[in-house]
Every structure is written in C-alpha cells, then in structure tokens.
C-alpha cells in the first residue's frame, strides 16, 4: 500500500514536471517569435532610415540648390568686384 502511493506521488510529479516542461517550451517558442518580428521591424527601420538619409543628402546637395536658385532667379554674376577696406581702429598693426 505505501508502495502504491509513493508510486502514484512519483507519477504525479513526473506528469507535473512534463506539463511544466511543454508550458515552458510554448513561452520559447512565443518568445522566438517575437524577436523574429522585431527583428524584422529592425530592419525595415534601419532601411528607412538609410533611404531617409540619402534623401537629406541629396536635398542638401549644392547642385539640387544651384538649380534651386536658378528657379528662383538667381544667377551667376559676370564678374566679381573686390572692394579694398579701411583699416578699423581696433585693428593691430602688422608693421
């Protein structure tokens, strides 16, 4: 009789650990999953990003604001004028 019920206890035990055991497996399992997802929207974000970077470069080129200036009317002058300063006051003297 106390053969039996140490048998049965065993048994419990054994299909409590196993239960305990598949529960566990399925939480991994899930787990995995998600870090699939995010890992996935890490990616797609990392590419948006690139693809957001080239985007402000490409805006902030000088030739995409030469032709903006053109549009806007602006245009190269013929030629340029030096215009000799005065010296200020405050200046040192280099002599």
């Known amino acids: 009789m106390i053969k039996n019920?140490?048998?049965k206890i065993n048994l419990i035990i054994?299909?409590?650990?196993f239960l305990a055991n598949v529960?566990?497996?399925?939480?991994?399992?899930n787990f995995g999953s998600n870090l699939v997802d995010v890992e996935k929207k890490s990616l797609?974000?990392?590419?948006?990003?690139k693809k957001i970077k080239q985007q402000i470069?490409?805006?902030?080129?000088?030739t995409k604001i030469e032709q903006q200036e053109l549009q806007n009317g602006?245009?190269?002058?013929d030629n340029i004028v030096y215009i000799k300063t005065i010296p200020t006051?405050?200046?040192?003297?280099?002599?």
Do not use: H, M, R, Y
């Open 5 to 7: 019920k140490k048998v």
């Open 14 to 17: 054994i299909a409590l650990l």
């Open 23 to 29: 529960l566990v497996s399925v939480g991994n399992g």
């Open 44 to 49: 797609t974000l990392t590419e948006e990003n």
């Open 57 to 62: 470069i490409a805006s902030d080129s000088l």
């Open 74 to 77: 602006f245009q190269k002058p």
């Open 89 to 95: 006051v405050a200046q040192a003297s280099t002599k």
